[in-house]
């Protein structure tokens, strides 16, 4: 199914259908996937999605690791290669796959930094990539990783669950996702490149440390601005979870509609109470406000909520299971679910992250998709800078590349910071009237610990550490889009730019004559890329969607919890606000790859629930073939005991430990004097363990609470224990690893002063980039743009 925006009435639709002379965008890139990690596999899968010829050579099965894939015939294994060419691993290994097919790829995707080295030196024209747990520098450069080691370093798992209780890490593999998704736009990004005489030989790096610390910026910002520490629990924004009839429902209230929110579940008498009477009143009530909507919810269904969260344009949604998915209305609707033949048989599997308007993701490169489709495609003729000009200072790879920026809050917002760090000129279009969500209160703010010291000053909107970190390397452009002369001068800036993003609902840019169709005329080689919640069509197009709501409706928020009688929590900081502007970056960078080799403009629509879908896949799959949904069940993870948090020393810190093999149980009671644990031969196999998980939890426990986290973590490592501190705001401001890194940026700030930012896991020629400028005041270059446009 291809989704393309309606045109307006009266006018003829902009023929954006492939053609025979549009190659897909990554049409006659070759790559050889050597990986045997999720996010290498992952990238690999991408590539192949948007037209590379990839094919997986693999290993001999092997034991079960944290971050790799393992088994053949499993849902994972599924999810990551179902579009790839499949060959076993020539005998001799890596080096002699290099040699037999390095000839003639454009991509080696490895596993390792002793085989990107390898592969680098065989292969010194192929691009070289890789993601692994770690950088190989810094402190933490021989640690094992594992999900809980990394979502304890991010600071997610400090924030996720209920105050006074154990942190949760979450689900899924969500930090080898990001990985994966940050190795894929790093390496479009270089293909991207302009032609000209070059060679490759460089090695693309993604640290999956590194890629999950940048999906929770937030938590360091907040410290660096105001040395506050986000708290697990916290009840500082109007959101909560409500039971109903039939399951839970989350929702996001918003000022000026408590009186909506209380018609949708059947509580209009409560309007005049005390909870509700006015917005700071229920903003320093929202768990017992919460509570009396919940009572009222206990008759209603899940779907007459969400009937009514539609009509009322209520940010209120469902918390889906994963195996409810496959027949999702919504879905179903738009056509989602795809069937993919692997091994000779075929299998359901997720629809792409994206939908450009030009093509259907993972059609085979090549083949024609109708019977007027016979021309053979263009090569592809990446240009392939080597690592010397790199370090002579090449220019960036969107260099040039102007992007208008018409997004807030945070998914969009962090898909135009990656562009910007990659080296385009973001211009970021807002209003006095209705500014960027996360530049907070105009005047009075609500919370004072997202500002320096404490002090919202005169000019909040320019103060925020949230929106400060997340629009880097930008410039903002006042427009009032509801006047025609604001609406001529977006379209004068459309006219000279390369990108347009937005995150508004759906039809918003039609209605203000914004629209893809015109933004054709006023550019013929315009790019767009649409990050909706639910998607452009379908009956939930219209449904109002915040991170938390669009987590629910993806099935992740009912895998996190502590148990099933105390229900679904999902993430502490909603989590797929960043999985959406990952994928929206992404999106991006795939559909100007498209345009530059096309010359013809591209549409492209990211529904971020969607595109959160892919980050558990294997889990909806599973779930729908055995019929059986996962239930929140703390930190346990099948294969692996112990895999918890255990308290240290100090209030609310805790320290993750997660064993997945024998030899690290035996590791972790050597290390911890345990001589007669790690003699006794019950307790030398999983389900042993597992059999005397109370008396090993209440040791341990024991054990950790006198200890500082830190020094436990490296002590258990360089045993041979994955294990980690459970960061919160500071920690993760003062990690050593991220430190060593050069992860932060220190930059000056108008109106905020001089603090250090988070970064990014991109890299040019083995250095992380950094950002030159802060985040904009509201409407700083307004003048020196449009005067440039004029």
Same mark, same amino acid.
């Given at each position: 199914? +291809?989704?393309?925006?309606? !045109?307006?009435?009266?006018?003829?639709?902009?023929?954006?259908?492939?053609?025979?002379?549009?190659?897909?965008?990554?049409?006659?890139?070759?790559?050889?996937?050597?990986?045997?990690?999720?996010?290498?596999?992952?990238?690999?899968?991408?590539?192949?999605?948007?037209?590379?010829?990839?094919?997986?050579?693999?290993?001999?099965?092997?034991?079960?690791?944290?971050?790799?894939?393992?088994?053949?015939?499993?849902?994972?294994?599924?999810?990551?290669?179902?579009?790839?060419?499949?060959?076993?691993?020539?005998?001799?290994?890596?080096?002699?796959?290099?040699?037999?097919?390095?000839?003639?790829?454009?991509?080696?995707?490895?596993? @390792?930094?002793?085989?990107?080295?390898?592969?680098?030196?065989?292969?010194?024209?192929?691009?070289?990539?890789?993601? +692994?747990?770690?950088?190989?520098?810094?402190?933490?450069?021989?640690?094992?990783?594992?999900?809980?080691?990394?979502?304890?370093?991010?600071?997610?798992?400090?924030?996720?669950?209920?105050?006074?209780?154990?942190?949760?890490?979450?689900?899924?593999?969500?930090?080898?996702?990001?990985?994966?998704?940050?190795?894929?736009?790093?390496?479009?990004?270089?293909?991207?490149?302009?032609?000209?005489?070059?060679?490759?030989?460089?090695?693309?790096?993604?640290?999956?440390?590194?890629?999950?610390?940048?999906?929770?910026?937030?938590?360091?910002?907040?410290?660096?601005?105001?040395?506050?520490?986000?708290?697990?629990?916290?009840?500082?924004?109007?959101?909560?979870?409500?039971?109903?009839?039939?399951?839970?429902?989350?929702?996001?209230?918003?000022?000026?509609?408590?009186?909506?929110?209380?018609?949708?579940?059947?509580?209009?008498?409560?309007?005049?109470?005390?909870?509700?009477?006015?917005?700071?009143?229920?903003?320093?009530?929202?768990?017992?406000?919460?509570?009396?909507?919940?009572?009222?919810?206990?008759?209603?269904?899940?779907?007459?909520?969400?009937?009514?969260?539609?009509?009322?344009?209520?940010?209120?949604?469902?918390?889906?299971?994963?195996?409810?998915?496959?027949?999702?209305?919504?879905?179903?609707?738009? @056509?989602?679910?795809?069937?993919?033949?692997?091994?000779?048989?075929?299998?359901?599997?997720?629809?792409?992250?994206?939908?450009?308007?030009?093509?259907?993701?993972?059609?085979?490169?090549?083949?024609?998709?109708?019977?007027?489709?016979?021309?053979?495609?263009? !090569?592809?003729?990446?240009?392939?800078?080597?690592?010397?000009?790199?370090?002579?200072?090449?220019?960036?790879?969107?260099?040039?590349?102007?992007?208008?920026?018409?997004?807030?809050?945070?998914?969009?917002?962090?898909?135009?910071?990656?562009?910007?760090?990659?080296?385009?000129?973001?211009?970021?279009?807002?209003?006095?009237?209705?500014?960027?969500?996360?530049?907070? !209160?105009?005047?009075?703010?609500?919370?004072?610990?997202?500002?320096?010291?404490?002090?919202?000053?005169?000019?909040?909107?320019?103060?925020?550490?949230?929106?400060?970190?997340?629009?880097? @390397?930008?410039?903002?452009?006042?427009?009032?889009?509801?006047?025609?002369?604001?609406?001529?001068?977006?379209?004068?800036?459309?006219?000279?730019?390369?990108?347009?993003?937005?995150?508004?609902?759906?039809?918003?840019?039609?209605?203000?004559?914004?629209?893809?169709?015109?933004?054709?005329?006023?550019?013929?080689?315009?790019?767009?890329?649409?990050?909706?919640?639910?998607?452009?069509?379908?009956?939930?197009?219209?449904?109002?969607?915040?991170?938390?709501?669009?987590?629910?409706?993806?099935?992740?928020?009912?895998?996190?919890?502590?148990?099933?009688?105390?229900? !679904?929590?999902?993430?502490?900081?909603?989590?797929?606000?960043?999985?959406?502007?990952?994928?929206?970056?992404?999106?991006?960078?795939?559909?100007?790859?498209?345009?530059?080799?096309?010359?013809?403009?591209?549409?492209?629509?990211?529904?971020?629930?969607?595109?959160?879908?892919?980050?558990?896949?294997?889990?909806?799959?599973?779930?729908?073939?055995?019929?059986?949904?996962?239930?929140?069940?703390?930190?346990?993870?099948?294969?692996?005991?112990?895999?918890?948090?255990?308290?240290?020393?100090?209030?609310?810190?805790?320290?993750?430990?997660?064993?997945?093999?024998?030899?690290?149980?035996?590791?972790?009671?050597?290390?911890?004097?345990?001589?007669?644990?790690?003699?006794?031969?019950?307790?030398?196999?999983?389900?042993?363990?597992?059999?005397?998980?109370?008396?090993?939890?209440?040791?341990?426990?024991?054990?950790?609470?006198?200890?500082?986290?830190?020094?436990?973590?490296?002590?258990?490592?360089?045993?041979?224990?994955?294990?980690?501190?459970?960061?919160?705001?500071?920690?993760?401001?003062?990690?050593?690893?991220?430190?060593?890194?050069?992860?932060?940026?220190?930059?000056?700030?108008?109106?905020?002063?001089?603090?250090?930012?988070?970064?990014?896991?991109?890299?040019?020629?083995?250095?992380?980039?950094?950002?030159?400028?802060?985040?904009?005041?509201?409407?700083?270059?307004?003048?020196?743009?449009?005067?440039?446009?004029?």
């Amino acid at each position: 199914m +291809t989704v393309a925006p309606s !045109p307006s009435p009266g006018e003829p639709a902009l023929d954006t259908q492939r053609t025979p002379e549009q190659p897909l965008p990554l049409e006659g890139v070759r790559v050889v996937d050597l990986s045997r990690t999720i996010a290498g596999q992952l990238a690999a899968r991408l590539l192949a999605e948007h037209g590379a010829a990839v094919t997986l050579l693999q290993p001999p099965p092997e034991a079960s690791r944290p971050g790799r894939v393992g088994s053949t015939d499993s849902a994972l294994f599924l999810h990551l290669n179902h579009n790839k060419t499949i060959r076993p691993l020539p005998e001799g290994g890596l080096e002699a796959a290099v040699r037999q097919y390095g000839g003639d790829v454009d991509v080696l995707v490895v596993s @390792d930094h002793t085989e990107a080295a390898t592969a680098a030196r065989l292969a010194p024209h192929v691009l070289v990539a890789l993601a +692994t747990d770690f950088a190989n520098e810094g402190p933490y450069r021989h640690w094992q990783g594992s999900e809980l080691v990394h979502q304890a370093l991010s600071g997610s798992m400090h924030y996720t669950g209920l105050a006074g209780r154990t942190p949760l890490y979450g689900a899924g593999n969500r930090a080898y996702v990001a990985a994966g998704l940050f190795l894929y736009v790093s390496l479009v990004a270089r293909l991207r490149t302009a032609p000209a005489v070059g060679c490759g030989g460089e090695i693309v790096r993604v640290a999956v440390h590194e890629a999950a610390a940048a999906m929770e910026q937030n938590f360091s910002a907040q410290w660096a601005y105001s040395a506050t520490i986000a708290q697990r629990g916290e009840l500082n924004r109007p959101k909560g979870r409500i039971r109903c009839a039939d399951g839970w429902m989350t929702a996001f209230a918003m000022e000026g509609r408590l009186g909506e929110l209380l018609s949708a579940v059947g509580a209009d008498d409560l309007a005049d109470s005390p909870l509700f009477s006015s917005w700071p009143t229920f903003m320093h009530n929202v768990q017992p406000a919460f509570t009396q909507l919940e009572k009222r919810a206990r008759d209603h269904s899940r779907e007459s909520l969400l009937t009514a969260a539609v009509e009322h344009r209520l940010v209120m949604s469902p918390v889906r299971t994963p195996s409810e998915l496959r027949h999702d209305p919504q879905l179903l609707a738009r @056509d989602f679910w795809r069937h993919a033949e692997l091994e000779g048989r075929k299998h359901l599997v997720l629809g792409p992250m994206w939908r450009p308007a030009t093509y259907e993701p993972e059609a085979t490169a090549g083949t024609p998709r109708n019977d007027h489709d016979q021309a053979p495609p263009r !090569p592809f003729v990446p240009r392939l800078t080597s690592r010397s000009e790199l370090l002579q200072g090449r220019p960036r790879p969107l260099t040039g590349v102007r992007v208008l920026d018409f997004t807030t809050a945070w998914s969009g917002p962090l898909a135009t910071r990656i562009l910007a760090l990659l080296g385009a000129e973001v211009l970021k279009v807002e209003s006095t009237s209705r500014m960027d969500a996360w530049r907070g !209160p105009a005047k009075t703010a609500t919370a004072t610990e997202f500002y320096p010291d404490a002090d919202p000053g005169e000019h909040p909107y320019n103060r925020n550490a949230w929106f400060n970190a997340q629009n880097l @390397d930008k410039k903002s452009v006042l427009l009032d889009l509801k006047t025609d002369s604001g609406r001529k001068h977006a379209l004068d800036l459309c006219r000279d730019s390369d990108l347009v993003i937005t995150n508004f609902t759906p039809g918003t840019m039609d209605r203000l004559g914004l629209g893809f169709d015109n933004l054709c005329r006023a550019n013929p080689s315009t790019v767009m890329i649409e990050m909706s919640g639910f998607g452009t069509t379908g009956p939930l197009r219209a449904h109002r969607a915040y991170g938390q709501t669009m987590e629910a409706m993806a099935g992740i928020t009912s895998l996190i919890g502590y148990d099933e009688k105390s229900g !679904p929590l999902g993430s502490g900081s909603a989590y797929l606000d960043p999985m959406g502007g990952l994928a929206g970056a992404a999106a991006a960078l795939t559909a100007l790859l498209h345009r530059d080799r096309t010359g013809r403009p591209q549409y492209v629509e990211v529904a971020q629930r969607e595109a959160a879908m892919a980050w558990i896949g294997e889990i909806i799959l599973d779930a729908i073939a055995t019929g059986t949904d996962p239930v929140p069940n703390g930190n346990a993870q099948r294969g692996a005991f112990p895999h918890d948090a255990f308290p240290c020393r100090g209030k609310d810190e805790w320290i993750a430990i997660a064993v997945h093999d024998d030899d690290q149980w035996s590791a972790l009671c050597t290390e911890l004097g345990w001589q007669d644990w790690a003699d006794n031969p019950s307790l030398q196999n999983l389900p042993g363990r597992q059999a005397s998980a109370e008396e090993i939890v209440q040791r341990l426990s024991a054990a950790t609470t006198e200890c500082d986290k830190a020094t436990l973590a490296h002590r258990l490592q360089q045993a041979g224990v994955p294990a980690a501190p459970v960061q919160n705001g500071r920690d993760l401001f003062e990690d050593p690893q991220l430190r060593h890194r050069g992860w932060f940026a220190r930059l000056f700030h108008p109106a905020a002063g001089t603090h250090e930012y988070a970064g990014l896991p991109l890299e040019s020629a083995g250095q992380l980039l950094q950002p030159a400028s802060a985040a904009p005041l509201l409407g700083q270059h307004t003048d020196s743009v449009l005067h440039r446009a004029d």
